[in-house]
Every structure is written in C-alpha cells, then in structure tokens.
C-alpha cells in the first residue's frame, strides 16, 4: 500500500503562494486517484482538489479553490503537488494528501484509505 508524506507547508502573507509536495512511497501513484484535504481549528476535514489516477489529467475542485489552488502529478517522480496562490486568510489550515482506490470525491473523506501526516499552511492579514 501507499505511504504518503507531505511537505512545503509554511506561513505567508495574504496574496502569497506556496507549493505543497506529496512524496508517494511503497507502491505505484498513478495507481491511486489523489487529492488534498484540509482541516482548521473546529472545522472539518475539507476536500479541495483532487486528481484523477492514471495519465488523464481530470482535475476537480472546490468553489472556494477554484482558480487559486492547482493539483497536478509527477507519475514519473511518485510526486504529487498542490500549487496555492492568491492565499487568503481563510486557506490557513492542516493540508493533507490523500490517496484513494476507490473514487476521488472531495465530499466524502471516507472513500480515502491513504493519508499523509498533514503540513500546515498559515495566511496572515
């Protein structure tokens, strides 16, 4: 099975960028559909993009990312990355990579079996 670590998480100032890296281990990760979630303090975990397995290139995101944060995948490298720009206060946040076999909803955190231990992102005003 799949081991997930991530990293690239920091802290900037609203309007800044950051990019998040998932380094995928112990099998294959285009195999698996990938994503990132995210949790704040007292929210729940919050699916925002998510990329479809293989070579396709399907994407899909949340309204509340949707032009700001982009998913993409290095087959090649076993990377997955989640560029964030235009960072706003509201995007300050655990970030986690998933990983899944099953399906690749943003709605539902339960048809993800893979997680990373999370890398916090923190947006200043």
């Known amino acids: 099975q799949v081991q997930l670590v991530e990293s690239g998480g920091g802290s900037v100032q609203a309007g800044g960028s950051l990019r998040l890296s998932c380094a995928a281990s112990?099998?294959?990760?285009?195999?698996?559909?990938m994503g990132w979630f995210r949790q704040a303090p007292g929210k729940g975990r919050e699916g925002v993009a998510a990329m479809f397995s293989g070579g396709s290139g399907s994407t899909r995101y949340a309204d509340s990312v949707k032009g700001r944060l982009t998913i993409s995948r290095d087959n090649a490298k076993n990377m997955v990355y989640l560029q964030m720009n235009s960072l706003k206060p509201e995007d300050t946040a655990m970030y986690y990579c998933?990983?899944?076999?099953?399906?690749?909803?943003?709605?539902?955190?339960?048809?993800?079996?893979?997680w990373g231990q999370g890398t916090q992102v923190t947006v200043s005003s």
């Open positions: 112990g099998d294959t990760a285009s195999r698996y559909f």
């Open positions: 998933a990983a899944s076999l099953r399906g690749w909803r943003l709605s539902d955190a339960r048809d993800w079996a893979y």
